[in-house]
């Protein structure tokens, strides 16, 4: 039996509802429909035996994994390695307002994320790096059974893009990552293989019409 890391996205804040920027610097609560698509994923996953369960150190990220904690066994450990990117002075802004106020660093940024951070904030490159180190940790303690990682947008993006051999500087054009959703990597001897990518299959039809963003 292989290792498998279940990367699980937040629920919908009104930040992520809205398409705003909300990195590691901001730190909403999950809106009525987040708080059920969280227990969607625990309800779902309820038989699933987790050797584990990590979560970032962002209440939305907590308050996400929590439901899946009820009557396990588990703590939930809660790192910072696996926060959001930190998007700096673009942080609660719109997409609009960071084009028309930092033009030239989100154009920069648009064309390769890897080295070119928000203004004031983190590169693809530095998440990888961060959240990496914290998957060298738990591949080492774990060699098999299944492991819950309930993380953000960008940076589940980036750590899958750093598994699969994907240029980080395209997280943003090569995988989705809507809310609620999880993916799937099984750890094999030939290296990491993607099972799923962004499963909303949890969800009820109704949950699954809200915005993804």
């Known amino acids: 039996m292989a290792l498998k890391l279940y990367f699980l996205r937040h629920g919908q804040t009104a930040l992520s509802r809205d398409d705003t920027f909300c990195g590691s610097g901001l730190d909403p609560e999950l809106t009525s429909d987040?708080?059920?698509m969280a227990q969607a994923f625990a309800t779902t996953y309820r038989a699933t035996k987790w050797q584990a369960i990590f979560c970032s150190a962002l209440r939305r990220a907590i308050t996400t994994a929590e439901p899946v904690l009820e009557g396990r066994q588990l703590k939930l450990q809660s790192r910072a390695e696996l926060n959001e990117i930190a998007y700096?002075?673009?942080?609660g802004l719109t997409k609009d307002k960071v084009a028309e106020d930092y033009h030239d660093d989100y154009i920069s940024w648009l064309a390769d994320p890897a080295w070119h951070a928000p203004t004031g904030g983190e590169t693809a490159v530095?998440?990888?790096?961060r959240a990496l180190t914290l998957l060298d940790e738990i591949c080492e303690q774990f060699h098999d059974g299944n492991v819950l990682i309930v993380s953000h947008k960008a940076t589940i993006r980036i750590i899958v893009c750093s598994l699969l051999g994907i240029?980080?500087?395209r997280f943003r054009y090569r995988l989705v990552c809507p809310v609620g959703s999880v993916t799937v990597v099984e750890f094999?001897?030939?290296g990491p293989?993607?099972?799923?990518?962004?499963?909303?299959?949890?969800f009820t039809e109704e949950l699954r019409s809200l915005p993804g963003t």
Do not use: I, N, P, Y
């Open 126 to 129: 530095t998440v990888s790096h």
């Open 193 to 202: 293989l993607l099972h799923s990518l962004a499963d909303r299959s949890h």
């Open 167 to 169: 240029d980080v500087g």
């Open 188 to 190: 094999t001897s030939e």
């Open 88 to 91: 700096g002075q673009w942080e």
């Open 34 to 36: 987040g708080f059920k």
